[in-house]
Nanobody
Framework: EQLVESGGGLVQPGGSLRLSCRAS????????MAWYRQAPGKQRDLVAS???????NELESVKGRFTISRDNTKNMLYLQMNNLKPEDTAVYYC?????????WGQGTQVTVSS
């Protein structure tokens, strides 16, 4: 079982990034998928989630800027991030939650700075 994130990087305020998470070794379409983030010295927070049936939920501070989506045919999870702000700077983690197990990716760094 493995989750591998990609797409992080350095971007200026107001810019965009698209994070991707490739899942392997799990029955992807049965898992609730989510993105979390953790800034230095802070706890890991839920950013957005999508259920196996496609119902999404986002952190209030990212609503209207971030969009979570999944492609069950490709075992892929995405996070489209627009109008990025310095406070979005963090390591972003992909998470898979099933009825009896859960998995984390290794994280990808997102830095928003001019």
């Amino acid at each position: 079982e493995q989750l591998v994130e990609s797409g992080g990087g350095l971007v200026q305020p107001g810019g965009s990034l698209r994070l991707s998470c490739r899942a392997s070794g799990i029955l992807f379409n049965t898992y609730r998928m989510a993105w979390y983030r953790q800034a230095p010295g802070k706890q890991r927070d839920l950013v957005a989630s999508v259920t196996s049936s496609g119902i999404t939920n986002e952190l209030e501070s990212v609503k209207g800027r971030f969009t979570i989506s999944r492609d069950n045919t490709k075992n892929m999870l995405y996070l489209q991030m627009n109008n990025l702000k310095p406070e979005d700077t963090a390591v972003y983690y992909c998470h898979a939650a099933g009825p009896m197990d859960e998995y984390w990716g290794q994280g990808t760094q997102v830095t928003v700075s001019s």
